[in-house]
């Protein structure tokens, strides 16, 4: 019960002022890191004067382009405006059960959403979660409590749970909150190996402390700020990584996150049992 996820911000696929396309690239970039999963933000659904603007531009919305024929794909819907619109996505070698997007947006000026996805994984149901944040501490407190309220109401116990994003979190403020009302760890604060109940209480210490090794994913060619997340339950974290370098550098302002994940013992359990008794 392995799982290999990655999240990225792409940028709407084009370069500052949309003087370059680059979903072409990203596409074969996305391709190498080989994710069962992908958590994509600021995804184009439609953009008509790129569409008119860029040689080759695909005619698809750029989720369903990136998903190709290898993966199955959802797309959610934030910010809309005369020429097109754009939002999160989320692309699964897996069967998509059921997606909702939700508006958290907090005034006029930035439309966010939380895109919630329910993927059957083997005899699993895994709750995936792609976020895009606003730009003010207070309005990513508020989405954060958002997603937290609609977790706990919707999201039964003791099942497997995968939050990922860009948080727009450079004070990494936002995991000591998410740790507690959601036991969740986030990818680069659990040690590989320390597994269990010991690597959640270190992590837990080091939130307190202050200095979580959240990764720098921004801005790409020197990526400094932390703003992106892979949050997860039910899982142990068997490797991460961030994706530093060309041809990354060059196709967003962001870099990704990949996260190799293994569900554990006692989650493979509950849901063996639970599909037995739906069987």
Same mark, same amino acid.
């Given at each position: ?40 933000? #600021? ?142 760890? #986030? ?62 550098? #060059? ?29």
């Amino acid at each position: 019960m392995k799982l290999r996820i990655a999240t990225y911000n792409i940028h709407k696929g084009v370069s500052a002022f949309g003087r370059k396309a680059r979903i072409h690239d990203l596409k074969e970039s996305l391709k190498s890191l080989d994710a069962d999963i992908i958590f994509l933000q #600021e995804v184009q659904g439609q953009h008509d004067l790129h569409a008119r603007r860029h040689a080759h531009w695909p005619d698809q919305a750029q989720h369903e382009f990136l998903a190709g024929d290898s993966h199955c794909s959802v797309y959610g819907m934030n910010a809309s405006y005369d020429h097109g619109h754009h939002g999160n996505a989320l692309l699964s070698r897996f069967p998509i059960l059921h997606s909702d997007n939700h508006d958290v947006s907090d005034h006029a000026y930035e439309q966010r959403g939380i895109l919630h996805v329910r993927v059957q994984w083997s005899h699993c149901e895994l709750h995936c979660f792609v976020l895009h944040l606003g730009l003010f501490a207070a309005s990513r407190r508020r989405q954060i409590q958002s997603l937290v309220q609609h977790i706990q109401s919707h999201v039964p116990d003791g099942h497997p749970l995968i939050i990922a994003g860009d948080f727009n979190d450079w004070t990494q403020r936002l995991s000591h909150t998410l740790y507690q009302e959601l036991g969740v760890v #986030e990818a680069f604060d659990e040690q590989p190996g320390n597994l269990g109940a010991l690597s959640a209480l270190h992590s837990l210490r080091a939130l307190f402390r202050g200095n979580s090794r959240h990764a720098r994913t921004f801005p790409a060619p020197l990526p400094w700020l932390s703003l992106d997340r892979v949050y997860s339950r039910g899982f142990h974290i068997r490797q991460a990584q961030v994706m530093t370098g060309k041809p990354w550098s #060059e196709l967003s302002d962001h870099v990704p996150i990949f996260v190799d994940l293994e569900l554990e013992s006692a989650c493979h359990a509950r849901m063996q049992a639970l599909a037995k008794r739906h069987a």
